[in-house]
Nanobody, 122 residues
Framework: QVQLVESGGGLVQAGGSLRLSCVASGSIASINTMHWYRQAPGKQREVVANIYFNGNTNYADSVKGRFTISKDNARNAAYLQMNNLKPEDTAVYYC????????????????WGQGTQVTVSS
């Protein structure tokens, strides 16, 4: 059973930084993508950042230039460096792992972490 464990959330003042980590355990397919989502109370869960099998990344417009996603395949880990945090970034952040049979196929597996709370004070 694949499990994702997140850490690094907390309380920070506006303008500060946090680094979230996500470590996966179990049998991880070699073709995979990793993603960070977030969900604020009363809001829809949204994609924050993506990193693909080839290392390409993309971000939600609201976090471009402030957040950076990275991965360490050897450690089955993904990270989200969050800089210049704003109160509107306050949410539960979730790590997501998708695996694929081929690079062009839809995902065959989809795993979620437990979430970590990020609170940004004004």
């Amino acid at each position: 059973q694949v499990q994702l464990v997140e850490s690094g959330g907390g309380l920070v003042q506006a303008g500060g930084s946090l680094r979230l980590s996500c470590v996966a355990s179990g049998s991880i397919a070699s073709i995979n993508t990793m993603h960070w989502y977030r969900q604020a109370p009363g809001k829809q869960r949204e994609v924050v950042a993506n990193i693909y099998f080839n290392g390409n990344t993309n971000y939600a417009d609201s976090v471009k230039g402030r957040f950076t996603i990275s991965k360490d395949n050897a450690r089955n880990a993904a990270y989200l460096q969050m800089n210049n945090l704003k109160p509107e970034d306050t949410a539960v952040y979730y790590c997501n792992l998708k695996t694929y049979r081929t690079v062009s196929a839809p995902p065959s597996s989809n795993y979620w972490g437990q979430g970590t709370q990020v609170t940004v004070s004004s």
